[in-house]
């Protein structure tokens, strides 16, 4: 049959990874190993709801077979097998569509990364071998196919001759090159190791061919070769292990074998549960969102095993959203293999375990927070904002499970910091935890608002995703500390005298500020003389209970839009600005129109809200050059 050629994106990527210097070349034989234990779960999944498919543990095992002779390392299991059509859809593909793109639009060029972030699994074998092939026979056909390929320039499938039911792939080693020694993928003690390393746990015995020696019978020297097929792995899954014997290095390479992820987790949980309800789990906290995370596509859950055996790929019921980012397992001999989705819902076993894994996962990042602080802040960089989320949902169901984990900037150094923190080193006298929202921290140090806080000393968490002020509002406290916006009219600072002293400056200037709200209209609730500012000449605060940075974000949202905040002028009445207005009002009451009208304009910039009408804002500038 005539060649077929990869979709454009996989040939590309097939391209980069033959051609990459990728260091890592022996996890192919992790990811072959993987599929082939993995044909033969969706086999013994089979045979439990089928009568006619009887499932005897001796027929379901692994070959490696090394050849130094041909150059080949061929490795066979007696899985499910693929019929034409899926070998066409399974290895004619490598990277789901669009996630290549995506890699390339976020990161430069490189190889090396791309392989890392997708571990592109068959398509591995190429970085070790010039030509593989397929060979398969899935359960129930008649016909067995070949896939051929040497490469990014296309594949072919043809009939073929296999008469068992499974897969056997064949790979044709690459010759040494300087940098290279392919020799050692045909020698059998190195690929023991490799399998040992990386496939231990695989619950099918791994066969692998060994060359041994031996004297010769009747000879006293002499000895000779002879092959003895060994089972290499031990067979018991990791999480039956006990932790005392492992090392980290076990879970890392676990994580990877699993495609959990393609970062390396910055760290893992591993829980036994005896009792009247038993089970196994493990379960990893990663450094980097996988490029769908934050999309709608991503689904999240762990593997759900029953004694030993993988019942579900993704059981979301064990992982609540706002822990959506954790991988791992959940095995237990008291859960029936033929469990329903359905089921699994009602499942009052289930939702303990869940229960139980979400204490656990927050132990584990409070650990992180506590004892590896740069950990967790690299991942707080990648799944804060999921944690935010999750304080915001159900009406704050989960607000005091998550505040704890909870990490924003402040104004001092402008390093994170927890609200324990912030509450360690609170002045005395001061009431509130003090916020700021805006887009970016540069941006908030420069706010008006924050002037009068930041002379007394206090310090300000600044919030700059959409999601923040939202989550604070919900939680309303922390430790019985109300939050406090910088931008709301009420400090909660004021002292007595000071308010007098604002009080008398409203009664002798009311025309004055009486007027400019008449100019303004309802863009604002009042025109005040300010407290707060200290340099600036104008800002504006808000009165209700929505902040201008929410109406800001509000807006932004379907069906939201006229939502609005209570805006308040405030006005430095030390500031020339306001000697200013004050000239502008004996003048003409033009010319204190322009001025009101300019100071709100720039209120309303420097809070980084538009203009509602900017050529008029510019036209009054030109008059007051003139
Ligand atoms: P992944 O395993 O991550 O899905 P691969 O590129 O390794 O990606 O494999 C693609 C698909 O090909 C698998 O999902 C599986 O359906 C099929 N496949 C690969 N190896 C085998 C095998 N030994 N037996 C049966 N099917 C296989």
């Known amino acids: 049959m005539a060649k077929k050629q990869f979709k454009s994106e996989s040939k590309r990527l097939l391209d980069l990874m033959i051609h990459s210097i990728y260091t890592h070349k022996e996890i192919f034989i992790r990811e072959l190993i993987s599929n082939a234990s993995d044909a033969m779960d969706k086999l013994y999944y089979k045979s439990l709801s089928s009568k006619e498919l009887n499932f005897d543990q001796e027929d379901y095992y692994i070959q490696v077979i090394p050849n130094k002779e041909d150059r080949t390392l061929t490795i066979i299991d007696t899985g499910i097998g693929m019929n034409k059509e899926e070998l066409e859809n399974n290895l004619g593909t490598i990277a789901k569509s669009g996630s290549l793109a995506f890699k390339e639009e976020n990161q430069p060029q490189d190889g090396i990364d791309i392989i890392g972030q997708f571990g592109v699994g068959f398509y591995s074998s190429f970085m070790v071998a010039e030509e593989v092939t397929v060979k398969t026979k899935a359960l129930g056909e008649e016909s067995s196919w070949n896939w051929t390929s040497q ?140 490029y769908d995370y934050y999309t709608k596509e991503f689904e999240k859950g762990l593997e759900l095993y029953s004694s030993g055996v993988l019942i579900m790929h993704r059981a979301p019921e064990l992982l609540p959203d706002h822990f959506s980012f954790v991988k791992g397992l959940v095995d237990s001999e008291d859960l029936s293999l033929n469990i329903s989705r359905e089921m699994l819902q009602q499942d009052r076993q289930l939702k303990l375990i869940a229960k139980n894994i979400e204490k656990q996962i927050k132990k584990e990042l409070l650990n992180l927070l506590n004892n590896k602080r740069e950990d967790y802040e690299k991942f707080y960089d990648s799944f804060g904002r999921q944690l935010k989320y999750g304080v915001y949902a159900d009406f704050g169901q989960n607000k005091d499970l998550l505040a704890e984990l909870l990490l924003f900037k402040s104004s001092k150094e402008g390093l994170l910091i927890s609200f324990d923190e912030y509450l360690g080193r609170m002045k005395e006298e001061q009431k509130f935890i003090y916020y700021a929202t805006g887009e970016s921290t540069a941006k908030i ?122 805006k308040i002028l405030e006005i430095n009445i030390e500031h020339p600005a306001f000697k200013a207005l004050e000239q502008a009002k004996t003048v003409s009451k033009e010319e204190f129109s322009l001025y009101t009208k300019l100071l709100y304009d720039q209120a309303l910039l420097i809070e980084g809200l538009p203009i509602e009408d900017p050529v008029e804002f510019a036209d009054n500038i030109w008059k007051l050059l003139k």
């Open 445 to 566: 140090e420069k706010l008006p608002q924050a002037e009068l806080l930041q002379e007394k000393g206090y310090e300000i968490l600044y919030l700059t995703e959409d999601i923040d002020e939202f989550a604070l509002k919900v939680m309303n406290n922390y430790k019985e500390k109300e939050f406090k916006n910088i931008s709301s009219q009420d400090l909660g600072i004021e002292d007595l005298d000071q308010k007098e002293e604002l009080k008398e400056e409203l009664e002798k200037n009311q025309d004055l500020y009486q007027e400019m709200k008449e100019i303004l209209g309802d863009k604002i609730l009042e025109v005040k003389p300010s407290r707060r500012l200290k340099k600036h000449p104008v800002c504006l605060t808000s009165g209700g209970d929505i902040s201008i940075e929410m109406e800001k974000v509000l807006n932004q949202m379907p069906n939201n839009e006229g939502i609005k905040a209570d």
């Open 151 to 290: 490469g990014s320039d296309g594949y072919s499938i043809n009939p073929g001759s296999k008469e068992s039911t499974g897969t056997e792939i064949v790979l044709n080693i690459k010759e040494n090159t300087e940098e290279e020694n392919y020799d050692q993928y045909l020698d059998p003690y190195y690929l023991k190791g490799l399998i040992k390393k990386y496939s231990d746990f695989i619950r099918y015995p791994i066969k692998l061919l060994m060359t041994k020696s031996r004297l010769k019978e009747g000879e006293d020297q002499q000895f000779e070769e002879y092959q003895e097929e060994e089972t290499v792995n031990s067979m018991v899954p990791i999480w039956r292990k006990n932790k005392n014997e492992l090392t980290n290095e076990d879970y890392e390479n676990f994580y990877q074998e699993k495609h959990y992820g393609y970062d390396k987790p910055l760290s893992h949980a591993h829980i036994s549960v005896e009792g009247a309800f038993r089970y196994n789990a493990i379960f990893y906290i990663p450094e980097k969102a996988s």
